[in-house]
């Protein structure tokens, strides 16, 4: 028996969120996408299910209205105080998806940006950050690309709300959902990265072929940790057979990589490699793949010396807080403490690579202040330390109000 659709309750969350915005209601705007309660919750539902098919009632006009007047009240607890984005994720979302947003520098998913950073500092004009999330990877992008404008998209009002006030401040944000139109112009940007983001994306036909119009002929389209439909995933979304993706683009020549060769290059050899040929059974049997998509034959190249620590730019060094801190005598003994055993089964790589213990020496430790690194001194006997703790993600550079 045919079964009617239930309307997406992001799709449905965002129109009306736009609504909002185009007719001056910012008020209301701002505290709609907030978690809700239960009862909120299935309430809501139910006012967005009534009004797309369009019998919306007056009559339900208070009760949004109480709704509303709730959210608009968490929101201004949560994001009017001077608190930490820890602090705020805890609040905000006490569960997995919190401790995933707290975590997403441990996790190797998202480390797949890092060797990728130099085709965007070659094409760092105007950059799109498509379904960014809460701002990790625009945080990374803003740090070691400086693009001359960078613009953040993503569905979910809260996490961009997020992303403008810990990540990336002086990016420019837009809230859209991704199965719809690119609101942008033909050709304007020089780079697009969607990292952990494509497989979350119903109508990915539409999707490519936006995204094959607004990016420039010399542009460079990156899609980093894409989801493989030949393998398990825990969170699988909308997977793609990786040789599938590849017909979706019509005008960009694609570039696959298995995910674990990329990071294994990066982090063993420090290098990405695009003139590396894989053979097609390694790429249908890898958990993610990453793909590059561009006309500028001058990129596929090998790229050398890709070490976090040669990037010598941290601003704000800080102990990761995937570990645990303990000073004894004149040292710190740090152990790996993942927030929880979903944490762990979804990213293998990331359990196999970051130490499960770490000590740092006392010279070093006297520079830690609560977690914050005082000052890396390069010049000194310890370089090896600190280019060790950065390269294993010992070290990482967190955005201000992060911890």
Not at 363 to 373: H, L, Q
Request: hydrophobic content about 40%; overall charge positive; some cysteine.
């Amino acid at each position: 028996m045919y079964e009617k659709p239930v309307p997406d309750k992001h799709i449905l969350n965002t129109k009306y969120l736009m609504e909002l915005l185009s007719t001056g209601r910012e008020d209301a705007a701002i505290a709609l996408p907030l978690e809700e309660k239960k009862l909120d919750k299935a309430l809501l539902y139910f006012v967005y299910m009534l009004k797309s098919i369009g019998i919306f009632k007056k009559s339900l006009h208070p009760l949004l209205s109480l709704i509303r007047y709730q959210k608009k009240k968490r929101y201004n607890e949560y994001f009017s105080k001077d608190i930490s984005f820890f602090y705020l994720m805890n609040r905000l979302k006490p569960n997995t998806w919190g401790d995933y947003l707290k975590h997403r520098f441990s996790t190797d998913s998202f480390w797949t940006i890092y060797p990728l950073i130099p085709l965007l500092r070659k094409k760092n004009d105007i950059i799109l950050d498509l379904g960014c999330g809460a701002g990790h990877g625009a945080h990374v992008v803003s740090k070691k690309v400086s693009p001359r404008k960078l613009i953040c998209v993503d569905r979910d009002y809260t996490l961009l709300q997020i992303a403008k006030r810990y990540f990336a401040r002086n990016a420019e944000f837009i809230c859209q959902d991704l199965n719809n139109p690119l609101p942008f112009r033909d050709e304007i940007f020089s780079s697009i990265i969607m990292l952990d983001s494509f497989h979350y994306v119903a109508n990915r036909a539409r999707l490519a072929n936006e995204l094959e119009r607004v990016i420039k002929l010399d542009g460079v389209l990156l899609i980093p940790h894409l989801h493989n439909a030949l393998v398990e995933n825990i969170s699988p979304g909308f997977p793609i057979e990786p040789l599938t993706l590849k017909k979706l683009f019509q005008k960009l020549s694609t570039y696959t990589i298995p995910e674990n060769s990329l990071l294994n290059d990066f982090i063993q050899k420090a290098e990405l490699d695009l003139t590396k040929e894989y053979q097609e059974q390694i790429i249908k049997n890898s958990q993610a793949v990453t793909m590059v998509g561009t006309n500028d034959n001058q990129l596929f190249e090998k790229y050398k010396y890709l070490s976090l620590h040669q990037e010598k730019s941290l601003q704000n060094p800080i102990i990761n807080p995937i570990y645990s801190l303990k000073r004894e005598n004149d040292k710190i003994i740090l152990e790996r403490k993942p927030p929880n055993a979903l944490f762990i089964k979804e990213y293998p790589f990331s359990m196999e690579f970051l130490p499960r213990k770490y000590i740092i020496p006392a010279k070093i430790s006297n520079t830690v202040v609560g977690r914050k690194i005082q000052k890396i001194d390069y010049t000194s006997n310890d370089k090896k330390v600190y280019d060790d703790m950065i390269d294993k993600f010992v070290i990482i550079d967190a955005p201000k109000g992060y911890l």
